[in-house]
Each structure stands twice: as C-alpha cells, then as structure tokens.
C-alpha cells in the first residue's frame, strides 16, 4: 500500500504570494497516476491537477504541477482570495488513496 | 457534461446497513470510467472506499473489503453502495465519483455533492 504524506499540514500566506505544496509518497509512483484536488468548505473536492502536470480543464495557469517517483509539488504562483481551501494529492498504485490534506489559510 | 447525485438516509442505526444510490445524468455508466465512492469524516480528509466497472468488476478499499458492496444498474444509469456493521467512524460525507483511467492517468473529473451519512442509535 502506497501512503502519501503532504506538508505543511497548513501554510499561511497572503493574496499574491507563492505557494508550493509537497506530496510525498512512500514508494515510487508512475506520474501518470498522481492528481491533486482543491476542496472549499461543504464542496465536493475539484480536479486540478492529472498526470502530476497535466492542468484539468478549466484550471488558471497559475496552478502548476511537477515532480516524479516519490516526490511531487504543486505551486500556485499567486494565490488568489478564492484559492484558500484544502488540497489533496492522489494516487494510483495497487489502489487509489489520497494524502491527508494541507490547507492553505490567509495569513 | 456528466453529473452525479448521492441519495439515501442520512442516519443509520449502528450495528445495520449504510446504503447510498448514485445517479448519473449527462452520460452513459456504461462508458469507459470506473465509478467510485469516496468518504469524509467530518473535518478530516479523503478515504476511498472502493469503484465498478459497468461490467460489475469491482475493487474495494482493502480495510473496508469485508463490509462493502458496490453494484450498477445499468437500466437505471446509477450505483450503489452498501456498507454493512457500521460503527459511529462510519459515520461521514460519502462522495460518489467518476475515476478516468487510461494512458493519461487515473483521477476524480467528477463529483457529487456528497452526502451526510451519521450513525447513531
């Protein structure tokens, strides 16, 4: 079984600054098979991110994706007041299952 | 564009069965996704519980394999989840999902609401 371990648990920043968000997995993970959600309070998670870099449709640019093997990062390069929520990568190993999540808060 | 809706009670007695209905509008079930379902337990994260292929090929979370059944109905265009001997940790939003897979990688591309399933006598 595949555990994904994100950090921070939290990160506080200010509209405009750069987050970068790590997930890292305890054994290597094909990049094909690892996403990243966006989850807002009493909503249903939203794809952001498919095969590690990939942008689901509809995505701003300023989420981008990257990494491979065990470690993988998604950045946003400006945050913006609506991108404060929860994030979640996942992946695709023997089964799914996703890490426990780093909220990104305003600061 | 393909939309999902969870329905079924919203409190169940512990000891007895959780069963949750997905329907599926906007597409075929019978497409080349699996269809998944997905719990939160209040301000905790994302666990998987287990998918079917249109065909009835299922998988199930190995730690939840002994008391989950997922089935489709094809006639309907929905699935269903049933989860039986349920505890008060049962007790959280279950999501149904649309999983993409192929080449290109497997992920979520969509989601229902989610709803609120409590376990308590």
């Known amino acids: 079984e595949i555990v994904l371990t994100q950090s921070p648990g939290t990160l506080s920043l200010s509209p405009g600054e750069r987050a970068t968000l790590s997930c890292r997995a305890s054994?290597?993970?094909?990049?094909?098979?690892l996403a990243w959600y966006q989850q807002k309070p009493g909503q249903a998670p939203r794809l952001l991110i498919y095969g590690a870099s990939s942008r689901a449709t509809g995505i701003p640019d300023r989420f981008s994706g990257s990494g491979s093997g065990t470690d993988f990062t998604l950045t946003i390069s400006r945050l913006e007041p609506e991108d404060f929520a929860v994030y979640y990568c996942q992946q695709y190993g023997s089964s799914p299952a996703f890490g426990q999540g780093t909220k990104v808060e305003i600061k | 564009q393909v939309q999902l809706q969870e329905s079924g009670p919203g409190l169940v007695k512990p000891s007895g069965t959780l069963s949750l209905t997905c329907a599926v509008s906007?597409?075929?079930?019978?497409?080349?996704?699996?269809w998944s379902w997905v719990r939160q337990p209040p301000g905790k994260g994302l666990e998987w519980i287990g998918e079917?292929?249109?065909?009835?090929?299922?998988n199930y979370n190995p730690s939840l394999k002994s008391r989950v059944t997922i089935s489709v109905d094809k006639s309907k265009n929905q699935f269903s989840l049933k989860l039986s001997s349920v505890t008060a940790a049962d007790t959280a939003v279950y999501y149904c999902?649309?999983?993409?897979?192929?080449?290109?990688?497997?992920?979520?591309?969509?989601w229902g609401q989610g709803t609120l399933v409590t376990v308590s006598s």
């Open positions: 054994q290597s993970v094909s990049s094909s098979y």
């Open positions: 079917i292929y249109h065909s009835g090929s299922t």
């Open positions: 999902a649309r999983a993409h897979y192929d080449s290109s990688g497997y992920y979520y591309s969509s």
């Open positions: 906007g597409g075929s079930i019978s497409s080349s996704n699996w």
